[in-house]
DNA sequence: CGTTCGATGCACT
DNA sequence: GTGCATCGAACGT
């Protein structure tokens, strides 16, 4: 079942939470892939450092002040693509950040695309849980661009499902790869698992 | 195990 | 011109 608008409408740490074992599917023409989220971050509002809002409404942030349930995803370091899914009421900026998944459906077309990054040329080919682990490396395994910024997540080629995965047992912690807003513990990981990015706890 | 650092594009000031 | 919500390699312990 796909999560409905609703799902998104909350407040953030409740949905991030949620989010956890939930499945990101991916309907691409080359094919179809899917894996459920074991890492997220939130990102709550301008009084957030670490957010995207918190110098105001800008062009690029403007999917952050939108109506919930739609994907945030912009470019960062030049190299990496970060999806987000918008939370919240509309003029409420905030967002979770998919920050690792693990890979269930279309392993192999994962790895083609993983193998097709520049830095990795030459390079031997990932192993599975390794496929979407880190925010950058998910959204290339999966086919996630710029092109799919504002795009629902109720409908289309990009959605997040309930397939009924059993509570994953989750743990809180500090974002990480953040110069500010460190103090917050709005990181929520699956305990112990191969696919989280950075400290595992 | 840990820390450091270069690659790379663009929004923002 | 500056600084990233990163990745992976190259080192040191």
């Not at 939930?22 to 080359?30: E, F, I």
């Not at 109506?67 to 370091?77: D, E, I, Q, T």
């Not at 950058?136 to 086919?143: D, E, T, V, Y």
């Not at 994953?168 to 807003?181: A, F, L, M, T, Y």
Request: net charge positive; with cysteine.
């Amino acid at each position: 079942m796909i999560l409905p608008v609703d799902f998104y409408r909350r407040p953030t740490l409740e949905v991030a939470r949620d989010l956890i074992g939930k499945v990101l599917v991916y309907r691409a023409k080359q094919g179809v892939t899917a894996g459920a989220i074991v890492e997220v971050e939130a990102y709550i509002g301008e009084d957030d450092p670490a957010c995207h809002a918190a110098a105001g409404p800008t062009e690029r942030n403007a999917p952050l002040y939108g109506p919930p349930g739609r994907a945030y995803v912009y470019l960062n370091y030049g190299l990496h693509d970060m999806m987000n899914a918008v939370t919240e009421e509309e003029g409420h900026p905030a967002a979770v950040l998919i920050r690792a998944l693990e890979p269930l459906e279309g392993l192999p077309l994962m790895r083609r695309r993983r193998s097709r990054a520049p830095w990795r040329k030459g390079k031997p080919p990932v192993s599975d849980h390794e496929l979407c682990r880190g925010p950058g490396n998910l959204c290339r395994a999966m086919g996630i661009t710029l092109a799919d910024n504002t795009r629902p997540l109720t409908r289309g080629p990009l959605t997040i499902h309930d397939r009924g995965i059993t509570h994953p047992e989750i743990v809180w912690s500090q974002r990480i790869g953040i110069r500010v807003g460190t103090e917050h513990h709005w990181r929520a990981t699956v305990r112990d698992h191969r696919s989280v990015s950075g400290k595992r706890y």
